[in-house]
Each structure stands twice: as structure tokens, then as C-alpha cells.
């Protein structure tokens, strides 16, 4: 057996589910919401609007919880994108991405693609936040809306950040399969082999936060 | 015939469902006795317009409240009522009377306000041989009067001569006077007893009606189309229209009634006789501040991708899903040559 460390902390595990779990289900209705004669997953409008409804409430307690966690541990330095930082480090990464090396640097936790999908994902996820809940109670806030450009552009605006969603989770899933099963298992056992290392043995570059979430 | 009406029964009169059919007739007593007791003026002038606004407002079927309007009230220089013509409409029916009465009579502004080339885009009459334009009119008149009633989506918002490209520059008055109050009575025309009853509150009450965020009367437009829509039960339960007039919910068809604010719902058009919705026309949502910006007959506009061309959101996607599995797969494959994912993978880790 091998040696292994924490890599995930419970936490973690739990908000990468619940939101995994509600973003998918938002997707899922969301597209049917908007395609209900294409896109035919449900019989009728009302289960998939409540489902949708119920998720938005899920995802704003896990979107939350997530950054209260990320605030308090200290999580939040190996996840928030750092334009001057992280880019540095990209051409290395896409070097690695794109077989031109056979390594990478360390970068911590999550390499600077990593970094950016995730805080992507919470600016993706406050902005479906924000323009859904102006779609569903309207009168709440008509000042937001119209400055949104009315009602019809957050419409649009909801509906392309779902297609950006979409995206960036099959890249994700890709990836992180990819990167092999151990990393897969990492986020429901918590535990990774010691000796997994991204296939890294370049330079080391600091490594912020690693003390906390280890 | 009562001759006080409290604000609060007004209110509810005009907002109650009831009132649908009645309501011009009910209020038309009252507002001829106020206008005998020295109601205050009501000047209505139109800019850019396709006087829909005007039709709209004598269709009213019920006649006792165009006497009123045309004859009692003073609408003093409607231009298409008013018995007076040019430089003696302007001088002595408008600007006389709004000067004997600053600070207390009311401006309807039917029509958007053409600003471009100073405005020369619309003129109304001739002052000492040079022309007057719609937009000094409405500042110089608009500027005395206690609130200004912009009647229609194109006075109270921009409507269709504001879309883009806009060659005229028209602007919502709102944006053309600034020292007075604005009341908005949207639609594309307005419903006439939305006209009707906010000029009534006018006469009655010397005052306008409360207003929501946009300036629109709440007694008219606090309801969104698709929450009191007759057709919601198709929605619910997924019967979709596939044509103008089929049965089913007119979402697929464009309908807009989800964001639209309007109490066509439980006030036909007509003397309450049909509406857009029951007649098998998906709402347009014409008295939103943003109409008509987006297309009637489908959900959403196409999403602009260069310079003058369009596409769909779908199409993008799509697009770049697909780009987005050929990437992986070539990744993929990529991967599996190089060793990084497969048996191999253990082994060089085992090495380090
Ligand atoms: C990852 C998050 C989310 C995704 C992917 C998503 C996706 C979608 C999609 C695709 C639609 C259909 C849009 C259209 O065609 O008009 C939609 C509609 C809607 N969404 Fe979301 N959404 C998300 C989060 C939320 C949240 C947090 C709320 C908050 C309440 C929300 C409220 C709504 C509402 C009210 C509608 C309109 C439903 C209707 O008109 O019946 N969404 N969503
Ligand atoms: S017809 Fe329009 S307003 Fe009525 S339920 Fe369908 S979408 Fe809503
Ligand atoms: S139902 Fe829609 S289109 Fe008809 S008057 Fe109301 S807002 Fe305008």
C-alpha cells in the first residue's frame, strides 16, 4: 500500500459535490427551461423550473461555504488566480499541455490553468447568481436589470454563461480524468498517493498555502 | 353622482379588474365636474410618432369620456383635434396657456424627441419665419408644466424611432427635460384607460399617480404578463404553440410576456372586447423600457460575433463544444502516445 496524503480536506469534498451536484441539475433544467421542444428531458415546465428554483438556493449556500472555507483556511491561495503571477507561469504549463515537454514546474496545489477555471467558475457562478435571481423575481430588482441592459440581455447573459459552464466542465472532467485515476478518487476519498507528483521535476515555485490544506 | 372620489377608491377602481370595461365611463362625471371647477390644463403635442398613441386614446368606446377629453378638458393643442391651426395653435393656445398657468398644467408628449441636426429633424410650426422644433417645444413648454405625461413607449422610453441606428438622435423626453417630473404611460400604443385614468388622476388630484422604478404608474403596471396570463396552465404543463392562433403557451413563438409589465391580462383592448395574448399573438412586451429591442417572434436575439454579423447562442456553443471535443480527443490520443496516461503512468511514477 502506498503512502498517502491528505489532499483534499472534507470540506472540500463536501462543496465540490453539493455544487457539482447543483450545476449539473441547473444545466440540465436550464436547458430545458430554454428548449423545451429540443431538448426533451422533462413533460412539463413546472419540475424542471422548481428543480432549477431549489439548485439556485443550493448553489448559493455552496458557493458561499466554499469562499467562507477558501477565506478562513487560507484555501483561497491556491485557488485565486493571480494575473501576474499565474500568467508567468503559463507557457511552461502549455508547454507540458501541448507534449512539447515532458514536465512541469510545481506549482502547488493547482497549476495556473487550474487557478483560473476555478475562480472562472465562482465569477460564473455569482453572475448566474445575480442574473437568475433577477429572472426570477423581477420586481425585486429592477434597477440591476435594466442596468444590465433589461430583461432580455440578462436573459442572454444567463444563457451564455450556461454554455460557458457547459464547456468548461467537459474540459474539466477531461483533464482531471486524465491526469489519472489517483486524482479522480482524491476528491472522494480525500487521500493521494505521497509520491504522485504531476509528473513534476522541474524548478519548485513557492508553494502558498500548502501547510493548511495538507 | 358623488362628487368626491378619495384617492384610494380611485386607485382601486383603476387598478381593480372590475373596472376593465367601466372605467372611462365611470370616471367620465367626475372628471367633467372637476374641469368646471378649474381642473388643470392639459396640453398634448406629438413629436416623432405614428400618432397610434392619439388612436389609441379615441377608441375608447365609451362616449361620454370623449366628450370629456375633447371638450372639457382643455387638450388645447392636440393636433389632431384642435380647431385652431399654425402660428395661432402655437402662440396663443400653447405657450399663452402655459404661461397663465405655470407650475400647474400638465404636458402629454406623444412621440420621441428628435435631438440630432438641433433637432431640425422635427419642427412643429414658425416662430418670426424660422421653424420651432419638437425638442424646444417640449423644453420650453414641458419646462413650466407641473409634470410632463409621456404617453407611449417612444415619448417615455425611446421606442422604434430611438433604435438603433437612430439617424434622428430621438431621445425619451425624460432625457430631454430634466426640471420636471416624468410620468411614463408606456405601450405600443397604450392601453386608452391607461391614458385615460393617469390624465384623470391628473384632473381629479392636481398630482400625479405613484410610480414605479421605470416612471410607469404602479396602478397600471405592477404585473407581469406571464404571471396572470390565461394561457400559464399550457406553459406549466409544456403545450407549446407552433403558430399564431394554435392553442398552447406562445413562448416558442416569441412571446415575451415573462418579462413584461402590462394589466392587458384583465384589461382587453377594445372596450374589453380581445388582447395580444387571446387573440394568438405572443406579447412584445411594448411597454418595457428596452422595446423593441429584441426579435417578436423568437426567445432571444442572435448574439453579435464580428462586425454586422450575427449568430445564435446555440450555434456558438455548439461550435465551440465541438472544437472543444476535437481538442480533448486529439489531447487524448496525444496522452495515450507520449505514455502519460495507461500502464506506463505507474511505472515512471514508481521511478521517481
Ligand atoms: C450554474 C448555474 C446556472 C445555470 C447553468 C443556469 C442555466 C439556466 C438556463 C440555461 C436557463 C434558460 C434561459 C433561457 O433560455 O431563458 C435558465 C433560466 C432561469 N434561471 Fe438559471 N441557471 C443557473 C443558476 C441560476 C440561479 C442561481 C438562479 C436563481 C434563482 C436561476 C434562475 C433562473 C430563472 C428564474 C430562469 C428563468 C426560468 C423561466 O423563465 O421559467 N438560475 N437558467
Ligand atoms: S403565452 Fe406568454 S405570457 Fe402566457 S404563459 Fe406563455 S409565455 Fe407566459
Ligand atoms: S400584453 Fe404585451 S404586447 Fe400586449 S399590451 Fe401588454 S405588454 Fe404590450
Redesign the pocket.
Known amino acids: 500500500m502506498k503512502e498517502m496524503e491528505l489532499r483534499h480536506p472534507i470540506w472540500i469534498r463536501i462543496f465540490h459535490w453539493t455544487n457539482m451536484i447543483?450545476?449539473t441539475l441547473?444545466?440540465l433544467?436550464?436547458?430545458y427551461?430554454?428548449?423545451p421542444q429540443t431538448f426533451r428531458l422533462f413533460d412539463n415546465?413546472d419540475t424542471p423550473?422548481m428543480l432549477?428554483?431549489a439548485?439556485?438556493?443550493v448553489?448559493?449556500v455552496g458557493v458561499v461555504g466554499r469562499v467562507y472555507y477558501a477565506i478562513v483556511t487560507g484555501d483561497w491561495k491556491n485557488i485565486l488566480f493571480s494575473p501576474l503571477k499565474d500568467i508567468k507561469n503559463f507557457p511552461s504549463m502549455m508547454k507540458y499541455y501541448l507534449f512539447l515537454a515532458d514536465s512541469h514546474p510545481d506549482y502547488g496545489k493547482y497549476n495556473p490553468g487550474q487557478k483560473m477555471m476555478y475562480s472562472g467558475w465562482l465569477f460564473?457562478?455569482l453572475i448566474?447568481?445575480i442574473?437568475?435571481?433577477i429572472?426570477?423575481k423581477p420586481d425585486l430588482f429592477p434597477g440591476l436589470g435594466a442596468l444590465l441592459g433589461g430583461l432580455i440581455a440578462v436573459?442572454v447573459i444567463?444563457?451564455v454563461?450556461?454554455w460557458l459552464?457547459l464547456l468548461s466542465v467537459l474540459a474539466h472532467v477531461y483533464l482531471d480524468i486524465s491526469e489519472g485515476i489517483p486524482v479522480l478518487l482524491s476528491m472522494f476519498t480525500g487521500k493521494m498517493p505521497k509520491d504522485f507528483h504531476h509528473t513534476s521535476d522541474g524548478p519548485k515555485v513557492p508553494q502558498p498555502g500548502k501547510g493548511v490544506s495538507a | 353622482m358623488p362628487t368626491k372620489l378619495s384617492r384610494r377608491e380611485f386607485i382601486r377602481l383603476c387598478a381593480g379588474s372590475a373596472a376593465a370595461i367601466s372605467m372611462s365611463g365611470f370616471l367620465a362625471p367626475f372628471m367633467a365636474e372637476a374641469a368646471e371647477a378649474g381642473a388643470p390644463p392639459v396640453i398634448w403635442i406629438q413629436g416623432a410618432s405614428c400618432t397610434g398613441c392619439s388612436i389609441s386614446l379615441l377608441n375608447t368606446v365609451h362616449p361620454s369620456i370623449q366628450d370629456v377629453l375633447l371638450k372639457v378638458i382643455s387638450l388645447r393643442y392636440h393636433p389632431n383635434v384642435m380647431a385652431a391651426a399654425g402660428d395661432l395653435a402655437i402662440q396663443e393656445a400653447m405657450y399663452k396657456v402655459a404661461r397663465e398657468n405655470k407650475g400647474r398644467f400638465f404636458l402629454v408628449v406623444e412621440g420621441s424627441v428628435p435631438t440630432a441636426a438641433d433637432g431640425m429633424f422635427c419642427t412643429v410650426g414658425e416662430e418670426n419665419g424660422k421653424p420651432i422644433t419638437f425638442q424646444k417645444l417640449v423644453q420650453d413648454i414641458g419646462g413650466q408644466a407641473k409634470a410632463i405625461l409621456a404617453f407611449g413607449t417612444c415619448s417615455a422610453y425611446g421606442g422604434i424611432p430611438a433604435t438603433p441606428p437612430n439617424p434622428t438622435g430621438c431621445k425619451p423626453v425624460a432625457d430631454v427635460v430634466k426640471n420636471v417630473p416624468v410620468v411614463n404611460v408606456p405601450g405600443c400604443p397604450p392601453h386608452p384607460d391607461w391614458m385615460v385614468g393617469t390624465i384623470a388622476h391628473v384632473i381629479l388630484y392636481g398630482d400625479y399617480p405613484e410610480l414605479d422604478e421605470f416612471g410607469r404608474p404602479k396602478m397600471f403596471f405592477s404585473g407581469i404578463v406571464h404571471d396572470n396570463c390565461p394561457r400559464r396552465q399550457y406553459f406549466d404543463n409544456a403545450i407549446f404553440a407552433k403558430n399564431f392562433s394554435d392553442p398552447g403557451c406562445l413562448l416558442e413563438i416569441g412571446c415575451k410576456g415573462?418579462i413584461a409589465h402590462c394589466d392587458a391580462t384583465t384589461r382587453p383592448w377594445n372596450g374589453g372586447v380581445n388582447w395580444c395574448i387571446k387573440s394568438g399573438a405572443p406579447c412584445i412586451a411594448c411597454t418595457e423600457p428596452q422595446f423593441p429591442g429584441w426579435p417578436m417572434y423568437e426567445?432571444?436575439p442572435e448574439m453579435p460575433i464580428a462586425p454586422g454579423i450575427t449568430t445564435t447562442i446555440d450555434q456558438v456553443g455548439l461550435v465551440l463544444g465541438g472544437a472543444a471535443v476535437v481538442g480533448i480527443g486529439g489531447h487524448l490520443i496525444g496522452n495515450i502516445a507520449t505514455g502519460r496516461v495507461g500502464f506506463k503512468k505507474d511505472e515512471k511514477e514508481g521511478d521517481n
Open positions: 447543483a450545476i441547473l444545466m433544467t436550464g436547458y427551461i430554454h428548449a415546465m423550473r432549477h428554483f439548485m439556485a438556493y448553489l448559493c460564473m457562478a448566474q447568481i442574473t437568475g435571481f429572472l426570477y436573459r444567463h444563457y454563461v450556461t459552464f | 415573462p426567445r432571444l
